[in-house]
């Protein structure tokens, strides 16, 4: 099925260069302008061992969030470091619905200030060299200034990022974090909220034209095929998007966002909440 579909998509990168190079070209006319940058985190990376190491192929500086104590993320992060791309760790947070397992290492309300940072210490201790963190569901606790103080203190120990992953529209995640002057930056897109190639191709589309509106976007996805198969597309043409694929850690050090900015692609309802 998937070779069945290659040609189509290779057709769709091609008519997403064509929608967009008018814009690229009349910009760069008339002032010359940097690429905007775009960063994408590949998340909830650890459980699959083989849509892990397909999603590590991918080319291009794509940051990648691993679940704690999952059985391949030690394994997938070394493979990610051998081929020079950035690791961070996708921190199971306390969501709003509770209906989908956190899994272990979570954060959760019902701790106390000393279990709280004793669980993010042993997850963050659990996978050596990451840059930073971003928040895995996380709707409910992400809203909860004292727990999200509990967790810039840690990081600010460590020199950590933050990004959030935006899962409820009422977070203050960014906002403590910058009181902490901790690095941080906002998911801007979810690329695959619907995992089929159509609705990625069109939420990369977004993606372009969001970076190109604010200067930088930052997007999050998952290691399913269809992800895998549309990066794999639409990469090796973001230059002439006007684009450029930058890590994490580089976009963060180059500007912190606002305290809030609203999302061009909604919180999850479901899923990812």
């Not at 998509?9 to 940097?34: F, K």
């Not at 590590?56 to 030690?74: C, E, N």
């Not at 930056?185 to 589309?205: H, M, S, V, W």
Request: charged share 20%; net charge neutral; aromatic share 4%.
């Amino acid at each position: 099925m998937a070779s069945a579909n290659k040609p189509k998509q290779t057709v769709s990168g091609i008519l997403i260069v064509l929608a967009l190079l008018p814009q690229v070209a009349e910009a760069d006319n008339r002032h010359q302008r940097p690429l905007a940058t775009i960063s994408i985190i590949i998340d909830d990376m650890g459980n699959a061992l083989h849509d892990g190491r397909r999603a590590i192929a991918l080319p291009g500086q794509i940051t990648y969030s691993f679940l704690p104590h999952t059985p391949y993320s030690r394994e997938l992060a070394q493979l990610a470091r051998r081929n020079h791309k950035e690791i961070m760790l996708h921190v199971p947070m306390q969501s709003i619905d509770g209906e989908h397992p956190l899994g272990h290492g979570a954060l959760t309300l019902d701790m106390n200030e000393q279990e709280f940072k004793r669980a993010l210490q042993e997850d963050l201790d659990a996978l050596p060299h990451i840059v930073g963190i971003n928040n895995h569901m996380g709707s409910l606790l992400t809203q909860r200034s004292g727990q999200m103080n509990w967790v810039m203190q840690v990081l600010g120990q460590r020199r950590l990022l933050f990004v959030d992953s935006r899962t409820s529209p009422l977070s203050v995640a960014a906002q403590i974090a910058g009181e902490h002057n901790i690095p941080r930056l906002g998911r801007d897109i979810f690329l695959d909220n619907k995992p089929t190639l159509e609705a990625i191709t069109d939420q990369f589309y977004t993606l372009v034209k969001t970076a190109r509106a604010k200067g930088r976007a930052v997007a999050i996805g998952h290691p399913h095929p269809a992800t895998i198969e549309a990066l794999r597309y639409y990469l090796p043409v973001i230059d002439a998007l006007g684009v450029e694929l930058i890590n994490v850690s580089a976009m963060a050090e180059s500007r912190s966002t606002p305290v809030w900015q609203m999302s061009s692609s909604p919180s999850p309802k479901a899923a990812k909440n």
